[in-house]
């Protein structure tokens, strides 16, 4: 996935004020006794599923677009960050940090929670697959059938998560370049689960179907000094072909935008910097702050021009590090839907 | 009209600064002394607060296990069951000047907005995360921890306290498990009841501020009332300030009114000046109280150290809150003393006889009005004994008491002059014991305070005394070792045993455990069956073989305040902690001891509470300074793990002597407001003696002797109020010992009389009155003869 | 008519005889008015009752127009700020002001501000020019009586009242006092009405007035 959560990651040991007031800035030192992406690393699952202690951060984060059988659409996120305290991959030096949100008619409702490494509170296992934090979960038997659940005080969801075709790789390779002076990351989705389950608001229960997108990403040192924020998107798209792409904001107002097509098959085409463009048309009151709940977004070579809309502009994440993180659908060329996910507002 | 009537008023004072100073000193003094005590319990109740807010986690609920420590795999099973808790780790660590309570944390599952916010924000958290991770500390509490500890200041950190990471705090405290888990506020949506995660773990309320207030409050109450009578003492010099403005300023407020100025601008203007100086004595008051309160402080802190555990670090810190209420306090102080004489500016017509006798008159007036006031109050205080309790009404028992015997003062004065007139022979004897009746009503109010503050003296001092004689009496007693040993581990507990049996010396187990009963902290400690107890204890009521059953290893004692707190009585059952009951046979007194405890047999202690500090002894022996150094030379036990029986003594001495120390120094100050009092009466007293002066120099009397005789008056009148004000310190005496004592602290004390004490005092009474007098009577033995002479001139 | 008193009946308790029954006098503009009498007679009181500073039990007193009964004590107080001068046996200044401060403390009372020049033209008049910065307690009876007159006519009174000015003062000075008070009175062209014993300072005045038993005769 983006490197939108490598922020919110370092959220356990900056406080809002402390981390926006610094930007990025942080970042750009400390790789120093971590390991760094290596373009000719390939992955081999199972064993990437699970932890990479070497590397300073690391997620494995599922979106979910999903309808109940009148067909009102909601959003659900499972995030689980794993940051390191200091080099050396002992597990006692990591700490832990998960979000859950639900999107719904009735509200966005989230929740945060944060766990010290090797305590026992939280932590990932490759095979059989588990991801956890306290008693949110993320498990299967391996990463393609898995169990989804989550809940705040006002939320939980249930759901089961099943995908027939292959993890795809980001970038080349997985090896995902996030700027021009090459900070990079590895990089694998999984967009193609159907989703079905039972979502608890406030309201009561609501059965729900509709499909999920897993990224996993880890790396040390993913963003420039200069870069102040990004714009996500990722898109279900009704023929089952699936589009990424990120905007990474650069201080000079310019901005870094790659992306990757993926066909309905699973096959890959990474998107060269520039190919996508994606342009700010709707802007919403949110949280104090104005935020871009409404995008043009265009690929040439896929004879792609689309309106990407916010299903709930008020899908804002109160967390520790606050951002924007909801549904999407999508109108023009193609039709479909998706999540958008915007931080640095 | 009004600018003009300012102006004539405010020119006295120009003309006469001294008398403005004792004014504004007089209010200051009271406004000083009561917002001085405030600042020390506000503080006090803050720093409560504050380590409350901590060590409870921001008044959050905790699980706690009744065997102790709870298991990290508990608090995992609980997490990863939804339940939203945060371990922590509290313990003692020591430090040359005392120790210093750690608080392990956890960063991650800490609340986050609570008092832990601080330890978990910001940056340097890499700092104090992990084994080797720095302690956060208060900057007075970081400088008792350096250097042997890594510590970051922070003064949002409460004082005496030191907050880590848990891991830090696990190793240096060598706990493995965690003291308790804090329930945070926001639970998720669905989570399984408690029983089935953790069915051994307790939910507890928040701790909170009140506990520790509780403990305190006795102590807190003590200061508010000295602060009170401080304050009332400090009143009546403002009403002899203000009395003696006023009276000296009669001829101008006729003159005022005679040209043209009405009553109600005269009193508007009045109350503006007085206004004035009540905001700056206000002012004043609160600047000297700070300075009061900082005086004292360190003896407070050290008695809320060592009676109740409590840290509260010596600093003092001025909040607008403080100030105002000063300010209030002294205008409230103004307006009560000063109501008499506005009124008399209000009614007076304006052309009142300039006689001064007509104040004297109307005061004289009002004798048998305050003797029925007295009587009123003595009656409260009666019906306070009679159907009230708890702490607020003894403390009304004991107001109503002062307030009865002040207000009777008067008229018992006025009885003494009566009969000691009878006795006189010639006529300048006569003439003294009219003329000193005749200035009763000036005088009334100085006395009063006078009263009050002799027999604060003496029911205090009395109340310390008894106190200090029983105490030491109980510590000869109660410490029936020679010597006492805390050893490290088993393997030294016996080899101190082997030791001592080869040494002909008796070992005594003094192992303890501390746990609530009847939902108060408690302690819990064994003894064995050795005569020593029976022969050295003495026991309030007990049934008849009370130490036989515990030597049969049934039953338990429990100390007097448990015992009075509880309406516990020999015989009941007791439920222990950990469920089990047992029948109490025997009270015993404890005093100096907030907290309950209970005594039972030695292998009762080691089968129910096996997590028991074993590692304290008591032994007996014949030459404890040779057995001391042999435990030293040949078992290799340091200096510290050894007290003897007189060291021990003298510790508990010293606890008790600063408990009292700050109750000696406001005795002091109490004392010296009351002689400020009497000095500001004379001087009000002295410009209206002159009519009655006059004739009896003229008849052939020195200024000189007129000067002596004023202060035989004072003098006379000095002791006279001593002697009255025995029997009133003797009734607070009891009232303290046996009624407040027993709603304080849980324990009675015999009074003992300490009648040599009293004689300072009786000197301090004449010093005081003579000191005050001497300057009245100074100004009379100078005063030009022509002033005499204008009294036989003049209509004044 | 400036002053117009009737019928003053006053008794000092309920059952007492009357100090005063049913006086009545007149005093008009310009007018110097001696009242004599034996001590106790009830000048003194007589003199408070026109002032308002004492009631009378019945009759009137109309000052300039003005009914005294009509007045509540705040109208009497306004009527002696502003109309009325009075000088007392017993001086009456203000202890705590010096001689410059007492003398213009009345007309200070009335709203008025007496500039430099009229307070040193009076007190050369009333000769007492060197005396200014001085307080009471260091100027001789005679002074401080002169600054009490000097203080009742700085407001320019129409009526002025004096309650034995001299009572207290040596012969001398008494007769110096009693003939700048007339004078000065004169000069301001007030109506005066001074209370003596003394039957020769009494002769001074236009008229003189003698109350015995509670009565007035010419």
Redesign the interface.
């Known amino acids: 996935m983006s490197v939108r959560a490598v922020f919110a990651a370092l959220a356990i040991w900056l406080t809002a004020t402390q981390a926006v007031a610094q930007g990025f800035a942080g970042l750009g030192q400390t790789t120093e006794g971590y390991a760094l992406p290596d373009p000719a690393t390939r992955f081999t699952y199972p064993a990437d599923h699970g932890s990479h202690p070497e590397f300073r951060i690391e997620w494995w984060y599922v979106t979910a677009n999903l309808q109940d059988a009148d067909g009102t659409p909601y959003g659900i996120q499972w995030t689980l960050f794993r940051n390191a305290i200091r080099p050396g991959g002992a597990e006692a030096d990591q700490g832990w940090m998960a979000h859950a949100a639900l999107s719904s008619p009735g509200g966005h409702y989230y929740a945060e929670r944060f766990a010290r490494g090797a305590s026992g509170q939280a932590g990932v296992m490759a095979e059989p697959f588990e991801a956890f934090i306290d008693e949110w979960q993320m498990a299967g038997p391996d990463l393609k059938t898995i169990r989804l659940t989550a809940q705040g005080t006002e939320f939980h969801y249930d759901l089961q998560l099943n995908a027939d075709r292959p993890f795809v790789p980001q970038g080349e390779g997985g090896f995902s370049v996030k700027s021009e002076a090459g900070q990079a990351s590895h990089y694998y989705s999984q967009p193609f689960y159907r989703v079905t389950g039972t979502l608890t608001l406030p309201d009561g229960a609501v059965e729900v179907t509709g499909q999920a997108w897993l990224d996993r990403e880890w790396s040390s040192q993913p963003l420039t000094e200069t870069q102040t924020g990004w714009d996500w998107i990722s898109l279900h798209l009704n023929g089952g072909d699936k589009l990424m792409g990120y905007r990474l904001r650069d201080r000079d107002g310019s901005a870094y935008t790659v992306g990757t097509w993926i066909n309905a098959d699973g096959t890959p085409e990474p998107l060269a910097p520039g190919q996508l463009t994606m342009n700010a048309t709707d802007w919403a009151d949110v949280a104090d702050r104005q935020v871009p709940v409404g995008w043009d977004v265009t690929l040439a070579e896929q004879a792609l021009e689309i309106n990407v809309d916010a299903v709930y502009p008020q899908s804002w994440m109160g967390t520790l590090i606050p951002y924007w993180e909801g549904p999407v659908r999508v109108t023009g060329s193609h039709e479909g839907v998706g999540y958008l996910e915007m931080s640095g507002y | 009209?009004t600018?003009?009537?300012i102006?004539?008023l405010l020119?006295?004072?120009?003309?006469?600064p001294g008398q403005l100073a004792t004014l504004i000193l007089g209010l200051a003094l009271a406004t000083a002394l009561w917002s001085g005590v405030q600042a020390i319990n506000a503080e006090a109740r803050k720093t409560y607060d504050e380590a409350a807010n901590v060590l409870a986690g921001g008044g959050l609920p905790s699980l706690l296990s009744p065997s102790g420590t709870i298991s990290?795999?508990t608090f995992?099973r609980l997490?990863?069951?939804?339940w939203?808790v945060s371990p922590v780790i509290d313990g003692w660590i020591a430090t040359p000047e005392g120790r210093v309570r750690l608080l392990g944390i956890?960063p991650?599952?800490a609340p986050?907005d609570g008092a832990f916010g601080t330890a978990t924000?910001?940056?340097a958290?890499?700092d104090v995360?992990?084994p080797d991770g720095i302690l956060i500390a208060s900057p007075a509490t970081a400088d008792r921890l350096r250097p042997a500890y890594n510590v970051r200041e922070d003064p949002a950190i409460a004082p005496g306290l030191a907050v880590a990471d848990l891991t830090v705090a696990a190793r240096l405290l060598e706990q493995p498990g965690y003291s308790r888990l804090m329930v945070l506020e926001?639970?998720?949506?669905?989570r399984p009841p408690l029983e089935e995660i953790a069915p051994k773990l307790i939910l507890e309320a928040p701790e909170t501020a009140e506990d520790l207030g509780r403990l305190t409050d006795s102590f807190h109450l003590n200061l508010t009332a000295f602060g009170l009578l401080s304050f009332a003492v400090g009143l009546f010099i403002v009403n002899g300030a203000v009395g003696l403005a006023f009276e000296q300023r009669r001829?101008?407020f006729?003159?005022?009114?005679?040209?043209?100025?009405?009553?109600?601008t005269l009193v508007i203007v009045l109350i503006g000046e007085l206004l004035l100086f009540a905001i700056i004595a206000g002012l004043a008051g609160i600047v000297l109280g700070y300075l009061i309160a900082g005086y004292l402080l360190p003896d407070v802190a050290a008695t809320l150290r060592g009676l109740y555990g409590a840290t509260m670090e010596g600093s003092l810190t001025l909040s607008p809150v403080w100030w105002l209420s000063g300010v209030a306090i002294a205008i409230l102080g103004t307006a009560l003393a000063a109501a008499f004489g506005l009124v008399q500016v209000a009614r007076m017509?304006?052309?009142a006889p300039a006689k001064p006798r007509a104040w004297a008159m109307v005061s004289q007036g009002t004798a048998r009005w305050q003797l029925l006031a007295a009587l009123a109050f003595l009656a409260a205080a009666l019906a306070a004994l009679a159907f009230g309790s708890g702490l607020i009404a003894g403390f009304i028992l004991l107001g109503g008491f002062l307030m009865a015997a002040a207000l009777a003062l008067p008229s018992a004065l006025a009885l003494c002059l009566r009969l000691a007139a009878r006795t006189s022979r010639d006529v300048m004897a006569e003439w003294f014991w009219a003329d000193t009746r005749q200035q009763l009503p000036g005088l009334s109010l100085a006395l009063m305070a006078l009263l009050l503050a002799l027999s604060a003296n003496i029911g205090v001092g009395t109340m310390v005394a008894s106190f200090r004689t029983t105490f030491t009496g109980w510590l000869d007693q109660r410490l029936v070792s020679d010597l006492y040993v805390t050893v490290e581990d088993k393997a030294q507990e016996d080899a101190l045993r082997a030791f001592l049996t080869a040494e002909g010396a008796e070992i005594l187990p003094i192992w303890h455990t501390d746990g609530d009963i009847l939902g108060a902290p408690a302690e819990i400690y064994g003894v064995v069956d050795h005569p020593v107890y029976t022969e050295n204890w003495p026991l309030l009521s007990s049934m008849p073989d009370a130490w036989d059953q515990i030597a049969r290893g049934e039953g338990a004692l429990v100390n007097e305040q448990l015992a009075r707190r509880e309406g516990l009585t020999p015989g009941t059952a007791l439920t222990m902690p950990g469920g089990w009951e047992t029948p109490i046979v025997g009270v015993y007194s404890d005093y100096g001891n907030p907290l309950g405890q209970v005594v039972i047999p030695w292998a009762v202690l080691v089968e129910r509470y096996p997590e028991a500090d074993k590692s304290d002894f008591g032994v007996l022996t014949d030459d404890p300074q040779a057995l001391r150094a042999g435990l030293i030379g040949e078992l290799g036990l340091s200096e510290d793990q050894m007290i003897d029986q007189g060291a021990l003594k003298a510790f508990s001495l010293d606890v008790f002597e600063r408990t009292f120390a700050v109750t000696a120094a406001l005795n002091v100050l109490t004392l010296s407001v009351a002689g400020l009092a009497i000095l500001t009466s004379l001087l009000t007293l002295s410009t209206i003696r002159l009519p009655q002066l006059a004739p009896l120099w003229s008849l052939g009397t020195t200024r000189r002797q007129l000067a002596m005789i004023e202060l035989l008056r004072a003098v006379t009148l000095a002791i006279v109020t001593f002697l009255l004000a025995i029997p009133v310190g003797l009734g607070l005496a009891w009232v303290l010992l046996s009624v407040i004592n027993v709603e304080a602290f849980g324990w009675k004390l015999p009074m003992t009389v300490f009648p040599a004490d009293w004689l300072w005092l009786f000197l301090a009474a004449l010093a005081a009155a003579l000191l005050s007098s001497l300057w009245p009577a100074l100004q009379l033995a100078r005063r030009p003869p022509a002033d005499l002479i204008r009294v036989f001139?003049?209509?004044? | 008519m400036l002053l117009s008193v009737k019928d003053i009946v006053k008794r000092f308790t309920a059952d007492a005889t009357p100090i005063l029954e049913g006086v009545s006098l007149e005093v008009d503009t310009g007018e110097v008015v001696a009242l004599t009498g034996e001590s106790g007679s009830g000048k003194s009181t007589l003199l408070h009752i026109i002032a308002g500073l004492e009631t009378s039990e019945s009759g009137s007193v109309v000052i300039d127009g003005a009914d005294l009964a009509s007045l509540d004590d705040r109208g009497r107080a306004a009527l002696r700020r502003t109309s009325i001068g009075i000088v007392f046996q017993q001086f009456n200044l203000i202890p705590s002001l010096n001689a410059r401060q007492n003398l213009s403390f009345q007309a200070r009372m009335a709203g008025q501000s007496p500039s430099a020049a009229e307070l040193e033209s009076l007190a050369k008049a009333l000769g007492i020019a060197e005396h200014l910065t001085k307080y009471p307690e260091e100027l001789s009876g005679g002074q401080q009586q002169r600054v009490a007159i000097g203080r009742a006519l700085m407001p320019r009174p129409r009526l002025l009242l004096a309650d034995e000015p001299t009572g207290n003062l040596d012969e001398a000075t008494s007769d110096a006092v009693f003939d700048l008070l007339i004078a000065q009175a004169r000069e301001a062209g007030a109506g005066l009405l001074v209370v003596t014993h003394s039957q020769a300072l009494a002769a001074r005045a236009d008229r003189q007035l003698h109350l015995s038993r509670g009565r007035l005769a010419e």
């Open positions: 009209m600018r003009a009537v102006a004539a020119s006295y004072w120009r003309r006469r990290k795999e995992i997490r990863r069951a939804g939203q956890d991650f599952t986050r924000e910001a940056g958290i890499d995360l992990g926001d639970q998720p949506l669905i001829q101008t006729r003159t005022l009114r005679a040209l043209g100025a009405t009553a109600r017509p304006p052309l001139t003049h209509e004044r």
